[in-house]
Each structure stands twice: as structure tokens, then as C-alpha cells.
């Protein structure tokens, strides 16, 4: 059975850059490594679901915090036994973004700390009732909150895409985002979790080191 790794951290935080660098270096050490994002959006009809609704499709749903959680949810929930059989053919299998992603974003749209209500409730629902399997690091690129939004808007620029959705362009609730993934991280929140600061300069080589510890 193979290392369940999770990163987490604001849209910009440079998850995907540090995951591909994090990749080849622990394949250089001949680790088999398996990667997957959340929400799964093209695989899952949650996942389009939640990308349809954060583009103002299907009325007010998006303004729901619980209703949006659950569909990012169920996109896991789906994923569980996809993600055991991933983890047992690989050495290890990283993660961007899993349910903390819930607990962070939930909560700093309800305005509240990570030892709150909401957090809870996610924890509940994923983890108690869907049983889904636990990490065993959960990585937080911390990166001040106008960094990951600077780096955000570059995305969309040069996206040919959608850009950003309604909760990537909102500042002050990234900013409430970084400090329940603060919270969450001081508190091990599910499991261990190891903050990176500064995600660019982060050396993939220690990091990897820290994986594998
Ligand atoms: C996976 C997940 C994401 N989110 C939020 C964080 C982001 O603002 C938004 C979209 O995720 P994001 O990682 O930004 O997807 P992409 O880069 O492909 O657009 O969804 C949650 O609130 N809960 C979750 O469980």
C-alpha cells in the first residue's frame, strides 16, 4: 500500500508546480508515483456539477456553502475506491487538494475558525460517513495571500480557459482561507500535516525527504 500525500493551499499557492516537481524527484529515486486533483472536473458528474454551479449555473446553489461542500463531497465519495486501487499500485499516490480543501473553504466563507462548526461537520461527512482513507501528510503551501492571488490572475491571463471562478477573485475570502489552513495544520487536523513556506523556493529534494520520513 502506497503513501496517501495531500497538498493543500490557496488557488496560486503553486500546488501544481510543486507537485510536478515533487513528482520527478521522487521518481529519481525509482518511486512509482500516482497523482490526482480535486475536484475531478470531466470525470465526475459532481465535479461538473460544482464547476457549472461556481460559473452561475443552477440558480443560488453556488451560494450554499453546505450544498457546494457536499458536492465536492461526493466527488470524493466516488473517487474512494478509484483512489484504494491507485494507492495500492503506487508507492505514492499525491493528492491536490482532499477534504481539508472542504473544511478550509467552507468555513472561511461561513467566517469561522477551523475549530468551528463547519470543519466538524466536513470531518463528519467524509471522513465518519464516507470513510474515505486518510492521508498520511497533508502538505500546506503557505504563500501570503496576495502572492497566490498575483500568481491567479497570471493564470487567467494566459488561460485560454474559463479563469478564475467567484471564489478564486474574492480577496478577502482567501485571505480568511490561509488562516483556517493555518488552524488546520497547527491543530493536525485528520492527520500530521507539514507547512511549506514560500512555496517557489521550497527544495524538492527536502521535501521528499520529509515524504518519505
Ligand atoms: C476540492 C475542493 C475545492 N474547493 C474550492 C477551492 C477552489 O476555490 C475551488 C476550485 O478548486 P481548484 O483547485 O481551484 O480547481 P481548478 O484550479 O481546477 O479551478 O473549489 C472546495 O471548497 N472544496 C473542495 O473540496
Known sequence: MGRLIVIEGLDGAGKQTLTGTLTSELESR???????AF???GEDVHADLVAEALR???????DSVYGMAVL???DRQRSAAWLRAELADHDVLLLDRYVASNAAYGAARLWQHADGEFASWAYQLEVTRFGLPAPELQILLSVPSEVAAERAERRERSDAGDGRDRF???????????VVYRELAEMSWWSPWHVVENAVTT?????????LA
Open 30 to 36: 525509482g518511486l512509482s508515483v500516482g497523482r490526482v
Open 39 to 41: 475536484p475531478r472536473y
Open 56 to 62: 452561475g449555473a443552477h440558480g443560488d446553489l453556488a
Open 72 to 74: 465536492y463531497a461526493l
Open 168 to 178: 478564486e477573485s474574492d480577496a478577502g475570502l482567501q485571505e480568511r482561507c490561509a
Open 203 to 211: 527544495d524538492p529534494s527536502a521535501l521528499a525527504d520529509r515524504v
